[in-house]
């Protein structure tokens, strides 16, 4: 018994010395909600067996907000192998010397989906996320999307949703949803307010979309604090449920979030419809990365790898709603909608000049040019946060707490029936 008690002591210390376990045959995966296909994991662990020949385990957990993930490995240092943050947690974690470089060159030839598949566009956009460093060589973009308004067409004209001024139009007064997000409502924002300038050459998009000046915040606040009067409330999740029960006509959404909303309206008769106002927008977009706590940076590459190969970016983009950052031609082909108008999308998919997908997954080549990436604030930050509390005040909240009961409300009655339809209800809270 003291001979087994001392072995076990010996093993007890070696691990605390090591400080690590051995992790060779387990994955430790972190995503956002609700954003992967089903059964993707389960066809994971059986391709990198057939492709490897070792077993692999994959502890998934998931995350509703940015903040959440990045403190859990900033200060927690958890050793996730894998996470998909957007693209300014993206910035801040490789400015901060908190991710692992991506080495591909270790796959075989072809089984390299992420060389094989990536959009011009997305490695075009990702390598705009640091001026000094390319983040293609810490991240892999999973999916992207725009910000812009869903709007209801019984009440509201494609030309008044057609402009960022919508939002401020006294018409629609008490019927307006607004993102609780205050990075995706300061870009559009100061898009419309700069157009004079933007149209001028006075500046660009990728300088406006960089600025956190004390004008250009004062601008943005000046503007929100006429929008706010018109509030019906402020929120990351429940607005397109709004949208689709008809107790709002107007709401600053995401293109994901509103593709879902204009289905569901659809099954009860109301007509949805989602647009990039004309004077631009923000782009965002989600991407894997390796944190630099992880221990099994093998199974996390091929993990990336995997997840952008062509069949499953599909089966990911039906599952969630939004799009895929894959450019594989399979993708395209397979969001062909023969009822939609021809546009051009050869930005991200060389060639496509008029194929037939809807614009709301795709926007035309002609309103993409007009949309930008939004950076990290670095120090910043709290002079976005500090406005946007300002900006919301107290005003919003009696209607906000009503309209909150209201969907609690519906949720108890319809739970059920809730859980059945839970497709493309990723919230993107960022």
Not at 68 to 87: N, R
Not at 313 to 341: C, K
């Amino acid at each position: 018994m003291k001979k087994f008690l001392g072995i076990l002591t010996a093993a007890l210390l070696l691990f605390s010395c090591s400080g690590k376990e051995d992790r060779s045959n387990t994955l430790k995966v972190y995503n956002w909600s609700n954003y992967i296909g089903e059964g993707v994991i389960d066809d994971f662990k059986d391709w990198y067996k057939e492709k490897t020949g070792e077993e692999i385990e994959v502890i998934y957990q998931t995350f509703d907000i940015n903040e959440t993930m990045l403190s859990k490995i900033e200060k927690g240092h958890e050793d996730w192998d894998v996470v998909c943050p957007s693209d300014y947690i993206i910035e801040r974690m490789m400015n901060n010397g908190m991710l692992l470089p991506l080495d591909f060159a270790s796959l075989p030839d072809s089984l390299n989906y992420i060389r094989n598949n990536q959009s011009p566009y997305i490695h075009g956009m990702f390598s705009k996320i640091n001026p000094t460093t390319n983040a293609n060589r810490y991240s892999v973009a999973y999916m992207w999307g725009t910000t812009g308004i869903l709007y209801n067409t019984k009440y509201v004209t494609a030309r008044e949703a057609g402009t960022w001024d919508v939002i401020r139009n006294p018409k629609f007064a008490g019927k307006i949803f607004m993102k609780d997000a205050p990075r995706d409502v300061y870009g559009p924002v100061l898009i419309y307010l700069k157009q004079k300038e933007l149209q001028s050459g006075e500046t660009t998009l990728d300088e406006l979309m960089s600025s956190s000046s004390d004008e250009n915040v004062a601008a943005v606040e000046a503007y929100m604090n006429e929008v706010k009067e018109l509030v019906a409330g402020w929120e990351a999740d429940f607005g397109k449920e709004q949208m689709t029960q008809e107790r709002g006509v107007v709401s600053l959404n995401w293109s994901g979030d509103a593709v879902w909303a204009i289905e569901e309206a659809a099954e009860v008769g109301v007509e949805l419809k989602y647009i990039v106002p004309e004077e631009g927008s923000n782009v965002w977009f989600d991407g894997w990365v390796i944190p630099k706590y992880a221990q099994n940076v093998k199974a996390a590459t091929w993990f990336i790898n995997f997840m952008c190969r062509p069949d499953i970016a599909i089966r990911n983009m039906e599952e969630t709603g939004y799009v895929s950052a894959n450019g594989d031609i399979s993708v395209l082909e397979s969001q062909i909608d023969e009822d939609a108008e021809p546009i051009d999308v050869s930005y991200f998919f060389p060639g496509a000049t008029a194929v037939r997908v809807d614009p709301a997954l795709y926007p035309e080549k002609a309103m993409i040019e007009r949309c930008a990436l939004m950076h990290d604030w670095g120090d910043d930050t709290d002079k976005l946060i500090s406005m946007w509390s300002r900006v919301k005040g107290e005003s919003a909240d009696y209607m906000t707490v009503v309209v909150i009961i209201a969907v609690i409300a519906v949720a108890v009655i319809a739970g059920i029936v809730a859980k059945s339809k839970n497709r493309h209800k990723k919230s993107r809270k960022r």
